[in-house]
């Protein structure tokens, strides 16, 4: 039986590289075991120079190819397989920051985190406008929140063909709406640990890039590509046991307090441009302020009402930037969280 793998990885500038290999195989349902590591020429990338450009690439997830879903003429069911780089003395390529986030995920296991993130994005056409926009200063807006109708929702074939290959993927995605823009969409993975969150945002980030392929049209995962309408972020909902249970909303707002004491660095690390997005504005938090409240998607760190009502659940980091990185993310929050002293 012939198995079609479809090899993902990130590269020097956060996106997403991908190449495929046919492999020979008795087995019709592989394991991440029966999954070799192959190699690709930085140079190319961003990951190396000169003549001695191989990266080594090492399987760490898979998921069912919604592109390569049916067996034809003797190829097997396909699988997309998301990879973590190495050079080539077999040592942590620096870009490889899911290392880092296995580390401080094992040392944090008792805590039992939860994370959901919600990836926010903006469709554009191939002249870099907004897509089907049919001019520049495009006047209505606020009409495209959660949105139906020709007339103000653009980009709902795409968005629900996405859901539909996440779906089929298995990957956590739990839900999608259209955005504040117009041609804005979201959509939302989790709730599970940190490791699987991020796999699946950045596999779920790989598959909306192949489906606008097919409409001719590409997504920017920018925070804020055009400055007079709202930006987009990666915001990231996160818990603990002791927040779920009775009583955790203490724990929750001692969390507050300790990312509180660590925001310079969250903001450093929370994604390219993001600053142009945490202007105070557009329901943002000023990045050179912290604060955290219920209700309030004008925090840096918001409680949601029902949370505040229950006495128990998680907090909602609205700071990350839509094109964070989920394993920076994800590390930092737990770091925090968990070691920061009060």
């Not at 990266?55 to 760490?60: D, L």
């Not at 390529?93 to 926010?120: A, L, S």
């Not at 929140?145 to 968005?159: N, P, Q, T």
């Not at 959509?187 to 599970?192: K, L, N, T």
């Amino acid at each position: 039986m012939k198995v079609l793998l479809e090899y993902v990885w990130i590269d020097a500038y956060q996106n997403l590289r991908s190449k495929i290999k046919i492999l020979n195989s008795e087995k019709n349902n592989l394991e991440l075991e029966d999954i070799s590591e192959w190699n690709y020429d930085g140079s190319s990338t961003g990951q190396a120079e000169g003549h001695e450009s191989d990266i080594i690439i090492r399987p760490v997830r898979l998921f069912t190819n919604p592109f390569h879903n049916v067996y034809y003429k003797g190829i097997g069911l396909g699988y997309l397989v998301l990879c973590q780089t190495f050079d080539k003395d077999n040592k942590i390529h620096p870009t490889n920051k899911r290392i880092g986030c296995v580390e401080i995920y094992e040392k944090c296991k008792e805590y039992d985190f939860w994370f959901g993130m919600e990836q926010e994005y903006i469709i554009v056409d191939k002249s870099g406008l907004p897509y089907k926009w049919e001019r520049p200063d495009r006047v209505f807006n606020s009409d495209s929140y959660c949105s139906v109708g020709g007339d103000r929702c653009y980009g709902r074939e795409i968005s629900e063909e996405h859901l539909h290959k996440c779906l089929e993927a298995g990957i956590s995605i739990c839900g999608t709406n259209a955005e504040v823009m117009t041609s804005q969409w979201e959509y939302q993975i989790g709730a599970v640990d940190a490791l699987e969150v991020s796999d699946h945002l950045w596999m779920s980030r790989y598959i909306m890039n192949k489906v606008t392929e097919k409409y001719e049209c590409s997504v920017t995962f920018l925070p804020k590509p055009f400055a007079d309408y709202a930006g987009s972020g990666l915001h990231t909902n996160v818990s603990t046991k002791e927040m779920r249970e009775e009583g955790g909303l203490e724990h929750i707002y001692k969390a507050c307090e300790k990312l509180r004491l660590t925001h310079k660095k969250h903001i450093d690390l929370y994604g390219e441009g993001n600053n142009n997005r945490l202007t105070g504005r557009n329901e943002t938090c000023s990045y050179e302020e912290y604060k955290y409240g219920v209700r309030n998607r004008g925090c840096s760190v918001r409680i949601p009402l029902s949370v505040y009502n229950d006495k128990k659940g998680y907090l909602e980091d609205r700071r990350p930037g839509s094109n964070a990185d989920p394993y920076v993310i994800t590390s930092l929050l737990m770091e925090s969280i968990v070691f920061q002293k009060l």
